[in-house]
């Protein structure tokens, strides 16, 4: 069974460029989450797809992040304009039931440099 | 969600037991104890979790005192492969489909040396 992927693994722009990261969960799963770690901080919950509907953005930074998740498979992160506070590692992690018991599988990131 | 308090890091001998403690003192009855680790450039991997009683599985033990105010994550025979980034974490776990997202800390970096 495949597990999360994310795409791309490495990702390298210019302050005010737009970047836009991929993830696609586990096959079934209808719970999706964006996380990410920037420079020298904690793993940092940014939010929550419940297939394809929005459950919890309040971790998104600011206006500027717009994540997706047409049809509830694959989900979209993007980033526009990017600044460079923005580097940092961002996860995609997904799980079949939210609840009591959730485990989630997160994939391997995708690394984000704005320079 | 409670606080939780890990050691920095630690050290093991590779094929010994490693025990990774975490203190979570304000813990409410409602809220489980989830480990999960990070090993060096991939995502956090989950471990274990639990709310009152021991458990196991393939991986660890997790031994949770009768107070629930404190933890022990415990990797039998650690191989090297274990060096990893290990993370605490105190969650409620509401029904309804309410998002009950993990809250990393700092984690406790665990060295097993051959």
């Known amino acids: 069974e495949a597990g999360v992927t994310q795409f791309p693994s490495h990702s390298v722009i210019e302050k005010g460029q737009t970047v836009t990261l991929r993830c696609d969960p586990i096959?079934?799963?209808?719970?999706l989450y964006w996380y990410r770690r920037v420079m020298g901080k904690e793993i940092k919950f940014l939010l929550h797809?419940?297939?394809?509907?929005?459950?919890?953005e309040s971790g998104m930074p600011n206006n500027r992040f717009l994540a997706e998740r047409t049809g509830g498979t694959y989900s979209t992160l993007k980033v526009q304009p990017a600044e460079l506070e923005d580097s940092g590692v961002y996860f995609c992690?997904?799980?079949?039931?939210?609840?009591?018991?959730?485990?989630?599988?997160f994939g391997s990131g995708t690394q984000l440099s704005v320079l | 969600d409670a606080k939780t308090t890990q050691p920095t890091s630690m050290d093991c001998a590779e094929g010994r037991a490693a025990n990774l403690p975490c203190n979570h003192s304000t813990i409410s009855g409602n809220e489980y104890v989830y480990w999960y680790r990070q090993i060096h450039s991939q995502g956090p991997q989950y471990i274990i979790h639990g709310l009152k009683n021991n458990e196991t599985n393939e991986m660890a033990s997790l031994i949770i005192t009768e107070d629930r105010k404190s933890s022990t994550l415990i990797l039998p025979h650690a191989t090297l492969r274990d060096t990893a980034v290990y993370y605490c974490i105190v969650r409620l776990t509401p029904y309804g489909g309410a998002t009950n997202k993990l809250i990393f800390g700092t984690g406790t970096l665990l060295a097993v040396q051959p």
């Open positions: 797809f419940v297939k394809e509907s929005k459950q919890d």
């Open positions: 992690a997904s799980s079949p039931v939210a609840g009591p018991n959730e485990k989630l599988f």
């Open positions: 096959s079934g799963h209808d719970n």
